[in-house]
């Protein structure tokens, strides 16, 4: 394994410190000369640096240094060589989101976790669901809904009563967020290789803003979200610290 290593942190002074520490001890390059990129944060940390990063295609090794570290490895500073060169290394496919805004603009962007839609004011949110330029659902009133990745399915997904999703289950889960009609319906899982469209109902009325991971688009016409696994990128993670089993522990955790 390669010495050519990049670090980066978050602006916390611990984070900060520990990069200073780390690259006095190992050397460090530039991320475009690097080999390996060490991130030392938490995941929304992780999140922005895989981002920032899908062009140079580096793989990632995450040091958890921040409040929450799901896609982190644990932090402590020795043997870091060691550990790269045993690191099990774990692709993840972003989903593509596509936003038709009212105005007639289109934004697009990129999400790891998730695409979530949600209501901006007091006004419930009416959403029509299309798979594959087929309506499954005419009209979901809800707070809103997202369409999540297995990596991102123990985030949001979870916490809105959606599915844990195995690493390999090669499907995404769709979850609504406080639907109110239909009464019984709780989202849906999904091919990974399905085109869903959203069309928000009355948008001027309901105004609806969906956000990729951290981009956000407002009052929005309609939402196309599909998995681009030609843009997946390597995270790296210690062996007995695989993502797949943590995100499977998740299923039996109390």
């Known amino acids: 394994m390669s010495t050519r290593i990049a670090f980066l942190a978050n602006p916390t002074a611990e984070a900060q410190q520990a990069r200073a520490a780390l690259a006095a001890r190992y050397g460090e390059v ?8 060490v991130a030392l944060g938490g995941d929304g940390f992780m999140l922005r640096t895989l981002h ?6 580096v793989p990632v ?6 409040k929450v570290g799901f896609l982190m490895n644990h932090y402590h500073a020795e043997d870091l060589p060691q550990r790269l060169a045993r690191a099990h290394a774990t692709a993840l496919a972003p989903l593509h989101m596509r936003a038709e ?5 289109v934004e697009e962007a990129l999400a790891f976790n998730e695409v979530s839609l949600l209501r901006q004011t007091n006004q419930a949110a009416h ?5 594959d330029g087929r309506i499954k659902l005419d009209e979901l009133i809800c707070d809103g809904m997202l369409v999540a990745t297995p990596a991102g399915s ?3 997904n979870f916490s809105a009563h959606g599915p844990i999703l195995p690493l390999d289950a090669n499907v995404l889960a769709l979850t609504p967020i406080s639907p109110f009609r239909p009464r019984r319906w709780r989202g849906a899982l999904l091919p990974a290789d399905a085109r869903v469209r959203v069309e928000a109902i009355e948008p001027e009325l309901r105004p609806v803003s969906v956000t990729a991971d951290f981009h956000e688009v407002r009052r929005i016409r ?3 979200v599909h998995s681009r696994p030609d843009r997946a990128v390597t995270l790296l993670f210690d062996p007995e610290h695989k993502l797949a089993e943590r995100i499977l522990d998740e299923q039996f955790a109390p």
């Open 30 to 37: 530039a991320p475009d000369a690097a080999e390996t990129i």
């Open 52 to 57: 920032a990063g899908l062009d140079r295609r």
């Open 61 to 66: 090794f995450g040091m958890k240094l921040g």
């Open 101 to 105: 805004t009212q105005g007639g603009a």
């Open 127 to 131: 959403l029509r669901i299309l798979l």
């Open 154 to 156: 123990t985030a949001y």
């Open 222 to 224: 309609a939402v196309e």
